[in-house]
Every structure is written in C-alpha cells, then in structure tokens.
Nanobody
C-alpha cells in the first residue's frame, strides 16, 4: 500500500517562505502525476501545482511564487513556497495519480500551513 507522507508545514509570517516535502514509499515518480492540493476552512480542495515530469502546471494564485520539484532518487516531491500570503493558509495535501492503467490514486495525510503575523 502506497504511503505519501508530507512534512514542512508550519506557521510563517506574510512574505515568508516554506518548503513542503512529500515522500513516497513505493511509487515510481516517473509513472505518476504528482501534485499538491490545498484546502482552506470552508472551501473546497483545490489544485496548487502538479507535474508529470514533462509538464508542470500551477494554479494562477501561486504562479511566480511557488515551485514544484522532484528528487527521483529520494522519491520525494517538494513545493517551495515564497512570498506567502494570508490566503495561502490551508492544509496542503500531496497527491499521486498513475499515468498508465490501471488508474491508481493516493493522498497524503496533509500538512497545515498558516500564514499570519
């Protein structure tokens, strides 16, 4: 059973930075679309960024501030978040979806990011 374990969340002041990590136990990253989602209180879960390795997509609110990267050897996906704003406050989830059949999807347990002064 695949496990995605996020880390790196916390409390940061507006304008600050955090780096989230998502460590995969079994998936081969090149066979999966890896993404970061977030869910703020009272709101639906939304895509922040995802990558197939060939293409990387970012949601408009985070373009230019967030960077998604992968370390294939460590089976780890990162989300570098800079210039953080209060509206970035949310629980951030790592997601993996297989690129080839059969379709498999996995979620991490989430990590809290709070941007506040």
């Amino acid at each position: 059973q695949e496990r995605l374990v996020e880390s790196g969340g916390g409390l940061v002041q507006p304008g600050g930075s955090l780096r989230l990590s998502c460590a995969a136990s079994e998936v081969i990253l090149s066979f999966y679309r890896m993404g970061w989602y977030r869910q703020a209180p009272g709101k639906q879960r939304e895509l922040v960024a995802d990558t197939t390795g060939t293409t990387t997509n970012y949601a408009d609110p985070v373009k230019g501030r967030f960077t998604l990267s992968r370390d294939m050897a460590k089976k780890t996906v990162y989300l570098q978040m800079n210039s953080l704003k209060a509206e970035d406050t949310a629980v951030y989830y790592c997601n993996a979806v297989s690129l080839i059949p059969p379709r498999r999807e996995y979620w991490g347990q989430g990590t809290q990011v709070t941007v506040s002064s």
